[in-house]
């Protein structure tokens, strides 16, 4: 059995296990400490944004920690939204909306950490949305594809394809648009086809309530689930209908 701890975080004593990660143990206790790089679809997936920093205070001493990948070792007091930490949580959304500019999303966080100001000061690094957490990447990953990747170096560096250009890879399923946290992939649909990526998808229907299934390049199944649900329910009823 793992060894617990008492820890309290903003003044509440919560239990840990040995090895747990400090913003799990927020969670589950219903404490809230601001990310924009986790998702419940990728746990795994941590670290990259940064903005989780918390103060930590043990055997004496005060640290600032990544609360997303600091493990617990013992009992600790935390503090989500002490001084320190705000004041550094402010430089780092300063940070991330001038790399976003266009981001809605982090100019409502700069707005709301008090950061406007020193965001607007900075030379934009980009002229997207994209915060460059990553989520993307893994999503494309976790389909067995690697379509897209992180490219480039320093100010350059960006998610895209291989040389910016249509990849085979590819096959429009949307998972890198849907979990990215600041809208930054964009793509567009009509009843027939949908474009990302530089590259456009037919998309496939339910031959039956002509629901869109995906593309095409996902998958050859001819029915949505209701309907394959439906066909397989008459199916029986006429198997058993003189039983």
């Not at 903003?10 to 998702?39: F, M, Q």
């Not at 399923?173 to 086809?193: G, K, Q, R, W, Y």
């Not at 649900?229 to 199916?235: S, V």
Request: charged share 25%.
């Amino acid at each position: 059995m793992a060894k617990t701890y008492d820890i309290v975080i903003d003044g509440k004593t919560c239990s840990a296990e040995h090895g747990e990660y400090l913003w799990d143990v927020a969670k589950r206790n219903g404490i809230e400490i601001p990310a924009l790089c986790r998702s419940e679809a990728f746990p795994e997936h941590r670290a990259s944004c940064r903005v989780c920093i918390v103060e930590v205070v043990a055997r004496g001493r005060s640290k600032v920690v990544t609360s997303c990948v600091y493990p617990i070792e013992g009992e600790c007091e935390v503090h989500t939204n002490s001084p320190r930490i705000l004041q550094n949580r402010k430089v780092l959304i300063a940070l991330l909306a001038a790399r976003a500019p266009e981001s809605d999303l982090m100019a409502a966080m700069a707005s709301h950490m008090g950061a406007s100001e020193g965001y607007e000061r900075l030379e934009p690094l980009d002229a997207g949305k994209c915060i460059l957490c990553g989520l993307c990447v893994q999503a494309c990953e976790s389909m067995g594809t690697g379509a897209i990747s992180t490219v480039n170096r320093g100010v350059d560096k960006e998610i895209n394809t291989p040389y910016g250009a249509a990849s085979d890879d590819c096959i429009g399923c949307l998972s890198c648009a849907n979990v990215c946290p600041t809208d930054s992939i964009p793509f567009m649909e009509d009843s027939m086809t949908r474009t990302i990526w530089n590259q456009t998808f037919e998309l496939s229907r339910c031959k039956e309530c002509g629901r869109v299934l995906g593309t095409q390049q996902m998958s050859d199944v001819e029915l949505c689930d209701a309907c394959r649900r439906k066909a397989i329910a008459n199916e029986l009823a006429e198997t058993y209908r003189f039983v």
